[in-house]
């Protein structure tokens, strides 16, 4: 059974940090690229970032959080991290993590495996 689990999630000020921590069991976790997306109350899910399987050498970011976020991962641990920082309003979304075979892709619909989320809320 495959299990992603998100966590870091919360209520922060606008302007401030969080990092998401994304923990996958059941697949061989270097083989899978990695992504991150988001979705608010009544708007699409969004892509957020993405990393490259093995060494995560490439990473893709949406030009909206390009600057602010950081994808990273360490194998040794199956986990993948989303550091956010200068949060905005509308950053506010629950967040999720999600694995795909090979290569990354913005795709959502591509990805093979999701976690069940964890929310971001950004106040003013």
């Known amino acids: 059974q495959v299990d992603l689990v998100e966590s870091g999630g919360g209520l922060v000020q606008a302007g401030g940090s969080l990092r998401l921590s994304c923990a996958a069991s059941?697949?061989?976790?270097?083989?899978?690229?990695m992504g991150w997306f988001r979705q608010a109350p009544g708007k699409e899910r969004e892509f957020v970032a993405a990393?490259?399987?093995?060494?995560?050498?490439?990473?893709d970011y949406a030009e909206s959080v390009k600057g602010r976020f950081t994808i990273s991962r360490d194998n040794a641990k199956n986990t993948v991290y989303l550091q956010m920082a200068s949060l905005k309003l509308e950053d506010t979304a629950n967040y999720y993590c999600?694995?795909?075979?090979?290569?990354?892709?913005?795709?959502?619909?591509?990805?093979?495996?999701w976690g069940q989320g964890t929310q971001v809320t950004v106040s003013s």
């Open positions: 999600a694995a795909k075979r090979v290569a990354t892709t913005r795709r959502w619909d591509e990805y093979d495996y």
């Open positions: 059941g697949i061989t976790f270097g083989v899978y690229a």
């Open positions: 990393i490259s399987r093995w060494s995560g050498g490439n990473t």
